[in-house]
């Protein structure tokens, strides 16, 4: 388990609809009843249960290898890249030779350990608050939970120790279709830089930068909304008809943060790609536009309104604010902050992130993949160009 709060986060989601507000006692008793029913937390354990679990674990890292989307694996590269051996760089998915290991005694005591009142919140939507609590009180509170009540002792209290590095995987991705129609056979790079956590101030800045790179792939339906006009479009997507993907990514967590520009394009082109990306990310520090800045910071806007027009992703945002920082910022908060972006703020952080080393992860026919060290004189230049190779025999 990983220290920093938003790398794993497990919600139970109940939607109850009723009409008066003291169903809501009736509804929490329920929740005793879950305590003895085959939820994966809580229940009593039982051998063909924790078989079906490793079963199902198998099945998912199978899967993850063999599907033609390389977002996941790559964003677990990136992370082992800029994080060698420490937090969220560590596996996040199983490591096959760890199933087997998969047992009660190790659930209960990861459970023991982690899922403490401390480290939990109770969240509602639409509930009032008083009676939610009045209700947890009575019915949450001196409940024995099926691990046992012993004091948590093995508890991982590290800070993320950004290192930048490369995490590279040759494959075979000519044949990577699930159906009859072919898929190109691309060699996908991701390159990232650290940004900043969700507690500082850069935060904001950090995001709506993200939004102005924007990107996604050559073949996007566009229509309003789809960031059409962000600078991986622009740059990247419309000048450059061989590039398959340009999407910028930016993870934060408690402790650190990684803004990072995926690509994927033929593997006999794999060395322009990179130069292209390292390019992009010189000119983060450059001047930016303030139509583009009022344009990303409008799309950021109303893609938080949006989102915050359903239940489930309120009560997600409560939870997830409330146990990451002790507070919630409210909607309207975080709009004034947004429109508070100025053109500085962007390229402060921009040029305080390229001073730092990059982290790069590739999928693929890595043949033509610069080196580690071109990569980072290229983002250490001026123009982001790799330094020239020289071959005198091809």
């Not at 209960?108 to 947890?136: F, I, K, Q, W």
Request: charged share 25%; hydrophobic share 40%; glycine share 6%.
């Amino acid at each position: 388990m990983k220290r920093n709060t938003l790398v794993e986060l497990l919600t139970f989601w109940k939607n109850w609809h009723f009409r008066l507000l003291l169903d809501l006692t009736a509804k929490m008793k329920f929740c005793l009843r879950w305590k003895s029913m085959g939820v994966f937390v809580t229940a009593r354990h039982q051998d063909e249960e924790v078989e079906m679990t490793r079963m199902t674990v198998q099945f998912e890292l199978e899967d993850l290898n063999l599907r033609p989307d390389p977002e996941p694996l790559l964003t677990e590269m990136i992370h082992e890249a800029a994080y060698r051996e420490n937090t969220v760089g560590l596996h996040r998915f199983c490591p096959t030779e760890n199933i087997a290991k998969i047992n009660r005694e190790v659930l209960h005591s990861y459970l023991r350990n982690y899922y403490t009142p401390d480290r939990m919140v109770l969240a509602g939507v639409g509930v009032e608050h008083e009676h939610l609590v009045d209700c947890a009180r009575k019915y949450l509170l001196g409940i024995q939970p099926a691990w046992g009540s012993a004091e948590a002792v093995d508890i991982d209290r590290s800070v993320a120790q950004y290192t930048g590095g490369i995490a590279k995987l040759e494959r075979d991705m000519s044949n990577v279709s699930l159906g009859p129609t072919p898929i190109p056979e691309l060699t996908h790079i991701m390159v990232g830089l650290e940004s900043c956590s969700f507690l500082e101030e850069d935060f904001i800045p950090f995001a709506v930068l993200n939004m102005m790179m924007g990107g996604g792939g050559s073949f996007s339906a566009g229509g309003p909304g789809k960031g059409m006009f962000s600078r991986l479009y622009l740059n990247v997507l419309n000048r450059h008809h061989w590039m398959y993907n340009a999407t910028s990514y930016h993870h934060s967590y408690e402790d650190t943060g990684l803004l990072c520009i995926h690509a994927s394009a033929d593997p006999r082109q794999v060395r322009e790609m990179v130069e292209i990306i390292t390019k992009e990310f010189i000119l983060m520090s450059g001047t930016v536009d303030a139509v583009e800045l009022e344009r990303a910071k409008t799309q950021l806007t109303s893609m938080l309104m949006m989102n915050l027009e359903s239940r489930p992703v309120i009560f997600e945002d409560v939870g997830r604010q409330v146990l990451a920082t002790r507070s919630r910022k409210l909607p309207h908060e975080l709009c004034t902050l947004i429109r508070n972006v100025k053109p500085e703020d962007v390229k402060r952080v921009a040029s305080k992130m390229l001073r730092g080393k990059p982290a790069v992860a590739a999928l693929g026919d890595l043949t033509d993949l610069p080196t580690y060290e071109h990569i980072q004189t290229a983002l250490s230049s001026k123009d982001g160009r790799l330094p020239r190779t020289y071959r005198l025999f091809r």
